[in-house]
C-alpha cells in the first residue's frame, strides 16, 4: 500500500513538472517584470481649442513608473481664462474641466533627449455661463451652471518630446488632441464635440525616476 502512495505521488509531481515546463503562456506580468519604479508629478501649461476657440489650458499629472518605460496614473486639465467667450456661445462665459486615467510609453527614457506617447481616457465636464454670472459669486450659482452644462467622456492621445534636466527632473513639450462624446443631454450650445481641439503644452516632471528595486531585493535577500 505505502508503495503504490509513494508511486502515485511521485507519478503526480512528475506531471506537474512536466506541464509546467510546456506551458508557454504569455501574460503582462511576465513580459513587464519591474526592475525599477519611480514616481513624479507634471505641473503643465497649454494652449488649445475648446468649443472651437483657443484659450489657456492648466493640468497636472501624478504617474507611477515601471522600468523608466511604462507610467499610469491620473491627470486633470483645465480652461484656466476666467473671461473665456468662444465665438461659438458668444456672448456667454464657458467654463469647462476634464480628468482621468493616463498610460504613457517613452523610448529611450535614459537619452537626454526623448519621445514619450501618452494617453487620456476620462470624463468631462463644460458649462455655458452668462454673462451676469461673477466668478467666486455664489448667488443661484448652482442652478445657472447646472442648467447650461453637460457631461463628456474625453479620449486624448499626444505626444511629447522630453530632456533630462538633472536626476529628479524633466522638461517636456508636445502637442495632443482631444476626442469629446456626450453622456447626457446637451444644450444648444453645448453639442458633443465641445471639448474636442488640439492643444500644444509645456511642463515639468519632477520625482523619482528609476529606483532599482532588484538590485535590493537582492542585497536584502543576502543578508538574511
Given at each position: 500500500m505505502r508503495k503504490r502512495i509513494i508511486v502515485m505521488t511521485l507519478l503526480i509531481v512528475s506531471l506537474i513538472g512536466q506541464s509546467q515546463?510546456?506551458?508557454?503562456?504569455?501574460?503582462?506580468?511576465?513580459?513587464?517584470k519591474p526592475q525599477t519604479l519611480g514616481l513624479y508629478i507634471a505641473p503643465e501649461m497649454g494652449y488649445g481649442q475648446v468649443r472651437g476657440s483657443l484659450t489657456n489650458i492648466g493640468g497636472m499629472s501624478g504617474m507611477l513608473i515601471v522600468n523608466k518605460k511604462w507610467a499610469i496614473g491620473l491627470t486633470s486639465q483645465m480652461v484656466t481664462s476666467r473671461n473665456?467667450?468662444?465665438s461659438a456661445i458668444s456672448p456667454n462665459y464657458m467654463r469647462a474641466a476634464w480628468m482621468g486615467g493616463k498610460i504613457e510609453y517613452t523610448l529611450k527614457p535614459d537619452k537626454l533627449m526623448h519621445v514619450s506617447f501618452p494617453l487620456m481616457v476620462g470624463m468631462g465636464r463644460a458649462s455655458a455661463d452668462s454673462l451676469t454670472y461673477k466668478w467666486g459669486?455664489?448667488?443661484?450659482?448652482?442652478?445657472?451652471?447646472?442648467?447650461?452644462?453637460?457631461?463628456?467622456?474625453?479620449?486624448?492621445?499626444?505626444?511629447?518630446?522630453?530632456?533630462?534636466?538633472?536626476r529628479f527632473a524633466k522638461l517636456y513639450v508636445g502637442a495632443s488632441y482631444r476626442l469629446s462624446f456626450l453622456t447626457d443631454d446637451a444644450t444648444t450650445l453645448l453639442p458633443a464635440n465641445s471639448l474636442q481641439g488640439?492643444?500644444?503644452?509645456?511642463?515639468?516632471?519632477?520625482?523619482?525616476?528609476?529606483?532599482?528595486?532588484?538590485?535590493?531585493?537582492?542585497?536584502?535577500?543576502?543578508?538574511?
Open positions: 515546463a510546456q506551458d508557454t503562456t504569455q501574460t503582462l506580468l511576465k513580459l513587464i473665456f467667450v468662444p459669486r455664489r448667488d443661484d450659482w448652482y442652478d445657472v451652471r447646472n442648467a447650461n452644462s453637460s457631461r463628456f467622456v474625453v479620449v486624448q492621445p499626444g505626444i511629447n518630446v522630453e530632456m533630462n534636466l538633472i488640439y492643444d500644444i503644452h509645456a511642463g515639468l516632471r519632477l520625482g523619482l525616476f528609476g529606483v532599482n528595486i532588484k538590485r535590493k531585493q537582492a542585497t536584502e535577500t543576502k543578508s538574511e
